[in-house]
Every structure is written in C-alpha cells, then in structure tokens.
C-alpha cells in the first residue's frame, strides 16, 4: 500500500466560512491592487539609484553634478559618441569667437525613443548655462531584438510618454500585423519593468552583500558595459574608437570607394534630387538587399522629434540636428524632418562631395563610424558648420534651414 | 513561459476568470486542458505529441487492467505501459547517455568506434509527466485505484499546466478523484494561494536568479578562486537550488489552488534535515515518495537479507540519480547518497544505549555539508571539473588565491535566517491579522518592493533540464 502523500489543503470542499466572493469585490480589490503598486513604484522610484546596467548612467550621474558648467551637449547615437571631441570642438569654437563648454551624451545604440526619455530627465535637471543640445538621430529605435529583451537600459527609458510614441510609431509602421503586436508586447513589457522598477534596489543591495565587481563581471561580462557610454580618458564623454579600417572586409572598403566616386560625379544638383525623391534609391543601396529606401516620415516620428525639440526648449536651449555620414544609410528620419519643416535645420556632414575626407577608408572604423583620425575631421567640420551657422553665414557650405 | 514573467501573469489571469466564469466541471476541465496544451505548447508544440501519446496509452492500459483479472494479462498491459513511458524517457532523455557512455567504453577496450550523435531536444518536463502516467497504471495495477472511463479526467491529470514541467509529481490517486467534483471558488483559500505564489516568487526572482551570478562565477572558472570561496559558492549553490525548485512547487500548488485543486507538498525545510533520510523525507518529496513506494518497496525495500537492502538501497539512488539527468555527474549525486545512508541504518541499529547522542546541530551541519559534496556533482557540467571542486571542498586543495566575495558571507547568513524563522512557523499568521482591504493593499506594498529586488534577466527554472 502507498503511503498517503501530504497535500497542501488550500482548497476544503467544505467552504471556509467566508463571506463567497463576487465579482463585484474581485474588481475592487483588484483596482486597490494596481493603484497601491502603482502608488508605492511610483513613491520609490526617486529613491532607487539609476541602474549602472544603463548605459547612459554615468554620463547622466555625471551631468547632473555638473549641470550648470555646460553650453553645450552632443546626445545621441555612437556617431555622436564616438565622433565628437568636446575639447576639440570647444577649442574650435573658441578660436571663431564662440567660447563654449560642451559635454558628450553619446550613448552607443541610442536612437530617437531612447533619446526622447533622456532630454526629458535632462531638462527636468534645468541646467543654467544650457545654450544647445545636438544630436543626430536618425531613426526611432522602436524594434526590440530578442537580444535586448528586459534588460534595465530597455525599461529606463520606457516611461509613460515615451512607450506611448513607441507605441504610436509601431502602429503606424507599414509592417504586418504579427510584428506589430510582438512589438507592441515587447514595449509594453518594458513599460512594466518601468513601473515596476524591475530590479533596480538590487543594485542598492549587491555592494554590501554581493561578490567583488571581478566575480560580477567574470559571471555577466556584458551587464556592466562600460564601453556603451564611459565618460572617455578625459571625462568629456568622448571615447573615440582606436582602430582603422584595416580590419573591414574588401566590400566594405569597396563600398565606400565606389559611393565617394559616384557622388563626387553625379554632384551636388544630383545628390539633392536623389534625395528628395523618397522612392529614388540610391545608386549605393544597390550594394545590399537588406537596406532599405528612404520612408516618408511619420506622424509618430513627427511627434518624437517635436517632443525632442520641446524638452530641449524646456531646458532653455536651442536643439540643433546633425546628419552623420553613415555608409550604410539606413534611414533617414532627418532628412525627411527637414523636408516636412519638422526640425528647423540640419547640419548635414553626410555629403561626400563637401566632406570627402569622411568617407576616407583610412578614417574610418567600419562602415558607419570613424576612427580617432576621423573624429577629429568629423569635431573639426561639425564645429565650422555650427560657427558659420552663429555667424548667420548664408553662403555655399552653410548648414541647410 | 516561466511562471516568473509577465506572460504567464497575463496567461494565468485568463486561464483563472474564464475556469471560474464557465458553469459545468466538463467545460471546465475542457478549457484547463487547452490551457495546459497552449501552456506546454508555448515551449515547443511539437513535443506535445509525447504527452497526448503518454495518455492514451495509460488510458487504454488502465481500462485493459480493469476489465481482466487474469495475472498474465494485466503483466502484458502494465509491461506496455512502462515500455512506452520508460521508452519515452530513454529516447528523448537517456538515448545519446547510454550511446555515449557505450562508445567511451569500447574506446576504453581499444576498439575505434566513433562517436555517435543523434540529434534531439529534450522535451521540457518529460520525467515528470512520465512518472505520472506511470504511477497511474501501476496504482491501477496494484489495484490500489480503480482506472478511470473519462479520457478527459485523464489528459488532465498528465497535462495539468501548474505542475506540469516541473512537479510535484502528481499521483492519479490523488489528483482524479478530485476532478469529479465540481470546484467552487468559494472552497478557495484564496489569501492563502496568493501568500504561497509570493513566496515562491520571492525565492525564484529575488533569491535564485540573483545568487545565481556568483554560483555562474565560481563553477565557471572554480580554478581562480581558494577554497573560502568554495566555501562561500558551493552553499550558495545549495540555497539557489532549493529557492529555484521549491519556488517552483509552491507557485505551481499556488497556481492549481485557486483553479480548486490541491497539490501535494513537495519541500519542508529540508535544510534542516538532522540525517540524510531525513533530508530525502522533505527534499522533492512528491519523487522520493514516488521511487520510495513503486521502485524501492517493489524491490524489497529494507527486509530481506543485508545484501539485498545494500542492492535496493544502491539500485534506487543510483536511479533516482539518473533521473535528474542523463550524466555520470547525476549517477554520483545520488551514489553520494548510499554510503551515508548505509551509514545511518547501521547507527540506527546500533540502539539507544549503544550509539552516542549528538546534538541535532551536529547532525544539521553534517548532513548539509554532506549534500553540498553532492551538488558539486549535481552542478558541474562534467566529472572532470566535479572531482575538481571536490578536491578544493573535501581536501582543501585549491588551484586559485582570488576570493569570491567576503560580503557574501552575509548574504548565506541573511538567507539562513530567513529560512529559520520560517521553519520555526514566526511568520505564519502575520497576514491573518489584516482585513480584507488591509491585505490586498499590504499585498499590493509587498509585490511593489519585491518587484524592486528581481533580477530582470531571469533565467529559466533549474528543474526544467530534468
């Protein structure tokens, strides 16, 4: 004979002696349910550090103590982190009569939405000396790989208003339905962890009874990313990429050659109506299937960018738009912006027939950044084009309005 | 879908409101059935095959057991039943161990044999749904329950979704009479479930996943470190287990509780075991229960001459090893187990008046450090480095200086008393004291902080492997 096994009795056929439950009840309860969670997130959140498995922490730690030293900051994508030289570009400046002090906020991977939550906590900072925020974003950043899936970076940025344009970008795209529900899902859990503030004291908690940060970065070499968005040697911000492009594939270097060749002939009156015709792919999409032509831009994405623009205006400075040069061009959100008369103007560096030297091989890390050598050209243009635009110089070179 | 995301959350609500909103028990059970297929479907849809074949060839089995009393017969029909679940197992889980272990054999012997690979996943859960079907045919073998007419019953009791991948490993005895009651909500402790969910939340999200980084770093690279280190890992190995598994179990008697079933109870602080059987009495209680009364019973269990309990004894841990996973590292976690218990029959037989009293502290620490030189083997991925970890735990020879952390100490002494005060009962009772409104806003504050303390990369269950 088996013996009895021991259950737990959590349901007695003979009742409990409980008032029954209705339905009534269940919704209260579970109304006062999600209003105290709510309630205690919302109460806690300001008390719990941000997450150092955010890539942007340092650099906001940073800025938030020193708040009222900067005229200027780059925020953006690897472009902008990897590509300007705050102490370049103030020297620059300095030397065409326009004394600033600029900070890089470049984040690697950092797209539009990201983008959008962080010049929001920014302002709310109301630094005083702020004159200017560039940044170069040029897509939205709305798909989630299954790669970056409830990581603490993906719930940072997922607060209320930005899931919302998340969400309004992922309906709005001219994608199929599935994609649009996982996606949809995808932010909505994000925005879980938001309010949730999914794991973010167990960074409170791991220094004083965890293991060494050795033992932790062994175990989870990616959790502390240093290499996303450091503060650079020279605490700026600026970490440039010290590798040539040696190391890319011969289709690569061919890609850049032959784009350079075909823009330097087809010149300036060409490049502008292949880039106004959103249908006309350029001769250089031919090189991969997987590219795509450029889109219309959104109403969704319209809102992102006015959002942006607002927040930078909040903090009481002016936001200025840089266009990268990026081989690969994948999309092309500003361009599109400016087009629409969305965003009041463009620096536009992605020209190879005003700004060759960027598109040089021997600049360049890979595909769509430059090196430490092209940094410099890139600070060295970005600066010029800016103090002109200061300058109210409306001559050939000037940045478009 | 892991009982710890915010999918299962979603799935679980459904599955509950539309369980209680449908009227009849068959519409009932139809819909838990679906949700227990969509549920296992979720991992791989394909593998659902293997749990609809396990069922009809129980049902079949059961119905042939009961309609003959000739011994022949039912032998046939119980020999088809343990064929076809144990042949289940020994494709999907046992196939490439057996073909492995026979080619390193030959090798061994100097014959070239090369290497055979046959390509197959593990279907998650398997030993677990398999055992259930088993122990169903053979309690209607051993007439121990009548087999049941309803296929339905039946495909629910092997496919239940709570404890489906995971255990406890349900016995029909149990679980069918059960579903020919219709379930009433008000029959539900429902406080109580929800408690016990949190609770098993707590110790996956909060305690496993997050130790689980420093157990990763110290197995991962165990020749950097010294042996306080060892000292440090290897308990914290043991606390992650038992938070990872038993969370399991209480979430999954949470979860089939408020749908009105009751599960058995699977741990019952074992940590605080005084001997080895004693563990085994708290520690998976729904397998060591199962192998106790359809494997070591059947064999003779502890009558019969010395050298047959030693053979009974060797043969169901040796088994109950390998269960856990088709390695030699499993065979030597439940090997570990025989000396001691071996140990322990013949001090027990030493009687009152001969054997040494030692304090049950002794005892606690003696057997915990016993089953942490178990686990080395249960966690290391290959003897190689298991001996390894053994040599630096057992004999104090470690290959590294690095520490792993001297504030982890706290955290296995904060984790520790925790524990205790749990066994000791101190905090039952602390949410009898609220009202209604009170509990639902103190359990609300509770899942608000805890949610705080996860780790957001969580990884799957440990017990999903078996």
């Known amino acids: ?401 | 879908m892991i009982f710890t995301e915010f999918r299962f959350f979603f799935f679980f609500l459904i599955a509950f409101c539309v369980h209680w909103a449908l009227r009849s028990n068959t519409s009932r059970k139809v819909w838990l059935l679906g949700c227990s297929y969509i549920f296992y479907g979720a991992w791989d849809w394909r593998f659902l095959g293997l749990i609809l074949f396990s069922t009809v060839v129980d049902y079949v089995v059961g119905l042939r057991l009961g309609a003959t009393d000739d011994v022949a017969a039912r032998k046939r029909w119980l020999r088809v039943s343990l064929v076809g679940n144990l042949g289940l197992l020994g494709v999907f889980k046992y196939f490439n161990f057996f073909v492995d272990s026979g080619v390193d054999f030959a090798n061994l012997l100097g014959l070239q044999v090369p290497p055979i690979v046959f390509e197959i996943g593990l279907p998650v859960g398997i030993s677990f749904y398999t055992f259930q079907t088993l122990s169903y045919s053979l309690d209607v073998y051993f007439r121990r329950m009548q087999p049941t007419r309803n296929v339905l019953d039946l495909a629910l009791f092997v496919a239940f979704f709570p404890q489906l991948v995971a255990g406890p490993i349900v016995r029909a005895i149990d679980f069918l009479p059960q579903l020919k009651v219709v379930r009433r909500l008000s029959d539900v402790d429902v406080r109580g479930c929800l408690i016990l969910f949190l609770v098993g939340f707590i110790k996956k999200a909060v305690v496993s996943d997050n130790i689980a980084q420093y157990v990763d770093a110290y197995f991962g690279y165990f020749t950097n470190y010294d042996v306080a280190s060892a000292y440090l890992a290897v308990p914290l190995y043991a606390a992650q287990l038992y938070c990872d598994f038993s969370a399991y179990s209480d979430m999954a008697i949470a979860c089939a509780g408020l749908l009105g079933y009751n599960l058995m109870l699977n741990f019952d602080f074992p940590y605080f075991a005084p001997s080895i059987k004693a563990f085994w009495a708290r520690w998976h209680i729904s397998l060591s229960s199962w192998v106790r009364d359809y494997l070591f019973n059947p064999l003779g269990g502890s009558r019969g001459s010395e050298l047959m309990v030693w053979r009974n004894i060797s043969v169901t841990w040796l088994l109950l090893g390998l269960w856990h996973g088709a390695d030699w590292t499993y065979v030597l976690f439940g090997g570990w187990m025989i000396p001691a218990l071996l140990l322990q029959r013949y001090w027990g037989a030493l009687g009152p008046h001969r054997k040494p009293e030692l304090p049950p502290l002794v005892g606690n620490v003696l057997t915990m450090w016993w089953i942490c030189v178990a686990i080395i083997f249960f966690r290391s991925e290959n003897l190689d480095k298991a001996w390894g970890i053994v040599k630096v735990f057992v004999f104090f020879q470690a290959p590294g200086d690095q520490l792993l952390g001297d504030r982890l100490v706290w955290l296995l002494v904060g984790l520790t008393a925790v524990h205790w005060v749990s066994y000791k009962g101190y905090l039952a009772g602390l949410w009898d004291k609220l009202g209604s409104l009170g509990f639902t806003a103190g359990y609300a504050t509770c899942c608000a902080l805890v949610l705080t303390l996860i780790n957001p990369n969580a990884a799957p269950f440990i017990y999903f492997q078996f």
């Open chain 1, 1 to 401: 004979m088996a013996t009895p096994t021991p259950r737990f009795e959590y349901v007695n056929e003979g009742g409990w002696g409980r008032p029954p439950p209705s339905l009534g009840r269940a919704l209260a309860h579970t109304a006062l349910w999600i209003a105290v969670v709510v309630g205690v997130g919302a109460a806690v959140r300001p008390l719990l550090p941000l997450s150092p498995e955010s890539a942007s922490t340092r650099k906001f730690e940073h800025f938030a103590a020193n708040k009222d030293d900067y005229d200027v900051l780059f925020i953006g994508s690897s472009q902008v982190y990897r590509h300007v030289d705050p102490a370049r570009f103030d020297r620059l400046m300095a030397e065409a009569g326009h004394p600033v002090r600029s900070f890089n906020f470049g984040v690697a991977g950092m797209a539009a939405l990201e983008n959008r939550a962080l010049i929001t906590r920014i302002a709310a900072l109301q630094p005083a000396r702020l004159k200017w925020v560039f940044t170069d974003v040029q897509r939205t950043g709305v798909r989630i790989t299954g790669d970056n899936h409830f990581t603490a970076r993906l719930a940072s940025w997922h607060d209320p208003l930005t899931t919302w344009r998340a969400l309004a970008v992922v309906a709005e795209a001219d994608m199929s339905w599935s994609w649009k529900l996982d996606m949809a899902a995808r932010h909505l859990v994000a925005f879980g962890s938001w309010l949730s503030n999914s794991g973010r004291a167990r960074d409170v908690l791991e220094p004083h009874v965890g293991g060494t940060e050795a033992t932790r970065e062994a175990a989870l070499p990616d959790r502390f990313d240093a290499g996303a968005g450091g503060l650079g040697p020279r605490g700026d911000g600026w970490v440039p990429l010290e590798l040539a492009f040696a190391h890319a594939t011969p289709f690569d270097r061919a890609l850049i050659r032959e784009r350079v060749q075909i823009w330097k002939g087809s010149g300036p009156e060409q490049m502008k109506r292949l880039r106004a015709d959103p249908h006309q792919p350029r001769p250089v999409l031919e090189y991969s299937g997987e590219l795509r032509e450029p889109q219309e831009l959104l109403r969704a994405e319209q809102a992102l960018l006015t959002d942006f623009i607002d927040q930078v205006r909040a903090a009481g400075a002016e936001p200025v738009f840089i266009n990268a040069p990026d081989v690969r061009q994948y999309e092309y959100m500003l361009e599109a912006a400016l087009e629409a008369g969305v965003i009041p103007g463009l620096i536009d560096l992605d020209d190879p027939v005003r700004f060759p030297g960027l598109l040089r091989a021997d600049v360049r890390y890979d595909l769509n950044h430059l090196n430490q050598a092209g940094a410099g050209l890139y600070t060295r243009a970005l600066a010029s084009e800016f103090a002109a635009r200061l300058d109210g110089d409306g001559a050939e070179g000037a940045p478009r309005r």
